[in-house]
């Protein structure tokens, strides 16, 4: 279609968080146990949806966590308009890890981007170490949205995350 809107979005996060389980679990509606390390970028595009009456095509491009790729995934965050910024209910560091991996992605992305906080792996709550009011306190403080999800569950809250996270960017646009 050619009055698309193409949305380039990202995900940040330490490392086996899920940011790519998210993205695939909204794309694909699949799930895998198995940890596959994302190298450098996984490059993927949803079509096909209507957001406020606008058909939308959203790129993801769903970068590493792992830090050996540190160099490489600034330039992905270019020409960004969003993110989800997950962190795993299991490891408490990897919440505190957020506001590092939120000023490398303003920092390229720029500050007026929009960022999704998503506290996942809600399933495995007998591990949970991380109390959701951290999470959503910490969401308050950065001006983000704030979703608890399992990309191994899925469900409504899935595309609930994608669809407003590209609201918020329309609406930016608009202004
Ligand atoms: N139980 C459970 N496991 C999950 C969930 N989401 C992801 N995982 C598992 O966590 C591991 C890491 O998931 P990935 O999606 O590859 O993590 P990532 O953040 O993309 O990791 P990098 O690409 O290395 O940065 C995999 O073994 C997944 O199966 C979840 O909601 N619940
Ligand atoms: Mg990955």
């Avoid at 160099?71 to 990897?94: H, M, N, Q, W």
């Avoid at 999704?116 to 308050?140: E, F």
């Amino acid at each position: 279609m050619s009055n698309e809107v193409i949305i380039k979005l990202n995900s940040v996060g330490t490392y086996s968080v899920g940011k790519t389980s998210l993205i695939r679990r909204y794309t694909e509606n699949t799930f895998s146990e198995d940890y596959l390390p994302t190298l450098g970028v996984d490059i993927t595009v949803k079509r096909g949806i209507i957001i406020d009456t606008k058909p939308i095509r959203i790129v993801f491009m769903d970068t590493a966590g792992e830090e050996k790729f540190g160099s490489l995934r600034k330039t992905y965050f270019e020409g960004s308009l969003g993110c989800i910024a997950v962190y795993d209910i299991t490891r408490p560091e990897t919440l505190k890890d957020l506001d590092r991996w939120l000023k490398e992605y303003r920092g390229v992305a720029g500050d007026d981007k929009i960022i999704s906080i998503v506290d996942n792996k809600i399933d495995l709550a007998g591990q949970k170490s991380i109390p959701t009011q951290d999470g959503k306190r910490y969401a308050r403080s950065q001006g983000s949205d704030f979703y608890e999800a399992s990309a191994k569950f899925g469900g409504k809250i899935i595309p609930r995350i994608f669809v407003d996270l590209v609201q918020n960017v329309l609406q930016e646009l608009a202004k």
